[in-house]
């Protein structure tokens, strides 16, 4: 009796160990729709810069930036999805009174290759940034997202096209306050 009793509590621990030890995945599109509403209602305003090649442009705008539009790019960046949940080896660390968590993909098909994302101490969310690679027979992207809360973000992009020509483009985004 004593024996089932030692195995079911082994069993239970063991158990419980191996749930724990899952990799915390961040609701990263839940973030970024919690985002565009506080800065829909906000009303905060953007300025950015854009450069394609070599053609540069800025422009400014004070209210009514459709921020769905502005954070499109960001939102891709769902690493909650269930599909995504064996898909990635989970690290951390501290430094500078800031958490590190990075997701590394573990499968070439994923197109969402790296997420860091830093915290401060409390947990909130200071930085995100991404890495996207997507390839196929005809075109080869690559997407590097950094977003800062409270600050702005940046979109750099690269396409290597078999057929045409590369493209590259930075844009770079500060929010008006």
Same mark, same amino acid.
Not at 104 to 122: A, C, Y
Not at 126 to 132: D, G, P, Q
Not at 145 to 148: D, H, I, P, S
């Given at each position: 009796m004593r024996l089932i009793i030692a195995a079911c509590l082994i069993t239970l621990v063991s158990c419980q160990n191996v749930s724990e030890n899952k990799p915390p995945f961040v609701n990263t599109k839940h973030f970024f729709e919690h985002e565009i509403t506080i800065l829909t209602e906000q009303k905060t305003? &953007?300025? $950015?810069q854009v450069n394609y090649g070599k053609k540069r442009d800025s422009l400014m705008i004070? @209210?009514?930036v459709k921020w769905e539009k502005e954070l499109q790019a960001? #939102? =891709?960046v769902d690493l909650a999805k269930p599909s995504n949940r064996n898909s990635y080896v989970v690290d951390s660390s501290i430094y500078n009174n800031q958490i590190q968590i990075n997701y590394? !993909? !573990?499968?070439?098909?994923? #197109?969402?290759? !790296? *997420?860091? &994302?830093?915290? @401060? =101490?409390?947990y909130n969310i $200071? *930085? &995100?940034?991404? *890495? =996207?690679i997507k390839t196929n027979s005809l075109y080869q992207s690559y997407t590097k =997202?950094?977003? *800062?809360t409270d600050s702005g973000f940046s979109i750099y992009g690269k396409q290597a096209v078999k057929l045409g020509d590369d493209s590259e483009y930075l844009i770079n985004a500060k929010f008006i306050h």
């Open positions: 305003g &953007i300025e $950015k004070y @209210d009514k960001f #939102t =891709l590394t !993909t !573990t499968e070439n098909k994923q #197109t969402l290759k !790296t *997420v860091k &994302i830093s915290k @401060d =101490l409390k $200071k *930085v &995100i940034e991404a *890495v =996207l =997202l950094r977003y *800062v």
